[in-house]
């Protein structure tokens, strides 16, 4: 797609605009869990402030005053927005997390091609047991 060839191809990335194999596949890993953390943490105190804030009024037994009202509403956007694109990143880190236990690339899993490396760790014992037994 890009005409960059990398070692173990995996995919390429649109997001980072380059080819993630071999060498980068650890920094890719660890950068998408780093967004999902970064965006529970983001989540996590914007909620964390507007329970604050809903109790503070309440607890007063008033009305939220006028700073606190469009403050509630920019964290409720904050985290809507927000926690859509952390479901989506949990889905790519269980995704990767699942290719990794697997042994697998992007590219084999989509495509259904094992690479030669992967046909040349499972060995003649694997292509017996896929003929079936003997007649």
């Known amino acids: 797609e890009c005409n960059k060839c990398v070692a173990n191809f995996d995919h ?5 605009n380059t080819c993630i ?3 980068n596949y650890t920094y890719y890993y660890v950068a998408i869990w780093s967004f999902l953390l970064m965006l529970g943490l983001v989540i ?3 909620v964390l402030v507007m329970v604050e804030l809903t109790a503070d009024a309440v607890g007063q037994k008033m009305r939220l005053s006028g ?3 469009p403050t509630l509403a920019g964290l409720a956007v ?3 927005l927000d926690a859509g694109v952390w479901l989506l990143d949990a889905t790519l880190v269980a995704f990767h997390t699942y290719l990794c236990l697997m042994r697998l690339t992007t590219y084999e899993y989509l495509t259904g091609k094992v690479s030669r490396r992967r046909a040349q760790l499972q060995g003649p014992a694997q292509e017996r047991d896929a003929e079936g037994p003997p007649a």
């Open 12 to 16: 390429h990335c649109p997001w980072l």
């Open 21 to 23: 194999g071999r060498r």
């Open 44 to 46: 996590s105190s914007a």
């Open 67 to 69: 700073h606190s009202a």
């Open 78 to 80: 904050v985290v809507a």
